[in-house]
Structure formats: C-alpha cells, structure tokens
C-alpha cells in the first residue's frame, strides 16, 4: 500500500550521465554488462574515495572524474557522475553530452534516467517519449523515479497538449497500477484529472482530484484546480473554500513532493509563493 506523501514503489536508483555519441556509435551499443573487478577498483578510488569526498559542484569533484577516465572511459558511472551536477545546475545540454556517453555503455540502467531528465529536467517531451518509448519496447514498463515509463509518457503528452492522448495513456496506467497494487499514486491521479481539466471535463476532472487529495489529504495543487473546476461548474462558494484552502496547504508546502522537484517544477506545479 502507499502512505499519502511518500511513495510506495520500489525506487529504481539509476544515477546521472554521459558525452555525446553518434547515431552510429548508439546503434552499436550492446547490452549492459557488470563492471570488471578492475573497473570496480577505479569507480572505489575515484569516486567513492575519490570525488565523493568533495562537494559536487566543486572542481575538485570533476577533476577526479577525470582521472578514473583516464584510467577507462567505459565505465559509464563516472559519465554519469560528471553529468549529475550539470543537470542541477540547469546546464542541459553540456550534460546531455555525458549522459549519452553513460546510456551507450548501459543502456538499460541509464536510458530510463536520460527520458526522466528530458521530461522533467530539460523539457524535451517528444525525445522524453521516445526514449520511455524505447524503454517499454525492450524492458517492459518499469520504474524510473517512483513513477512507470508510461506516467512520464503521459505528462509529456500532457505538456504536448495532446490532452486526450495523456488521458488514455494515464487512465491505462492507473488500472494497471490499481490491478497490480489496490491503489494508484496519488501524482498520476492528479495529472489525469489534468488531462481532463484541459478538456473541459470538469465534473470528471473533479473526481481524479478527489482520489488524489484521498492519498494526499494537504496536497494543495489538486484542490486548486479542482477549485477552478468548480468555479466552471459555477460553484463559487465551494470553490472560494477551497481555493483559500489550496493556498494555505501551498504555502505549507503541501505540494508535489518528489526528490526532484528541490531542483525543477513538475507540469502544473503552482508557484505558491506568487500568493504571499
């Protein structure tokens, strides 16, 4: 089961990325293979003893990366690490030359990750939904970030305005996670009543909405446009409540609450602060 803030699922931990490679070079990518025992000395010395005793936005950090590619440039760990604090930074493009580099050497670890940076990072949603694409084509729909393949397909088809694609991919989605789980997560519970908010389905919208504020009672971005959604439906009084409510859980900080949203804004996350 799933607690109301915190997800649930397994976290499919694949770390960050790589330089960037031909179209001939990644159609000869092959299948990811486990590090050598010297590999595993060189990722021990430079990085675990070696850049991570530094912070990572110092030079410091980089410079060791350099060295344990130096020794192998293989080893698609240290490309993602030198990629890693350039996605933080927003310096996309310099880090989606790593991760490339990183995906080319293991592709099943690390393509999920470069389609999550796309979608949320970067934003190029069309590449996103390739990549996830590619991901469900070869490995099944899996999860990267707490999150299948296919909810990142969704959003991004969300963020496409291709709203009735989103739908049908997220409502899809949902039933599978409810047949495999009970329940759904309450972020794919929002987007899909996105989905339906964007089409002018209010009522419907309203009903995704009220299941994601059941796993996530404070969560402040549904009721806000649920609130909206209520207004349409000329419902004022209801949506003026809800509406102060939405503002106090917002600036509460009872909003989406993934790892990486301390670095980037998920699509439709409300800039809570705008309301002070």
Known sequence: MMHSKTSTFVTFLFYLFPFLVSCQEKSQAVEDKPYTPEQEKIIEEFITNGAKQYGYNSYEYQEWLD???????????????????????????????????????????????????????????????????????????????DHTYAFYIGISHLQLNEFQKAEEILSKDIQNQINRFGEAHHLDLFYLGISKYEQKKWQEAITEFDKSIAQYPDFAEPKYYKAISLLRLEKSDEAKLLFDEAIQNGKNRYTINEDNAVYETYPYQIRWKKFD
Do not use: H
């Open 67 to 145: 060295k344990g590619l130096k020794k192998d440039s293989t080893i698609a760990y240290l490309w993602q690490q030198k990629a890693m604090p350039l996605f933080k930074q927003r310096k996309y493009e310099i880090g989606m030359q790593y991760i490339d580099k990183a995906v080319y050497y293991k592709e099943k670890r690390y393509l999920p990750y470069r389609a999550f940076i796309k979608c949320i990072f970067s934003k190029q949603y069309r590449e996103a939904i390739i990549d996830f694409q590619k991901c469900i084509d070869k490995y099944g729909n899996s999860y990267e970030m």
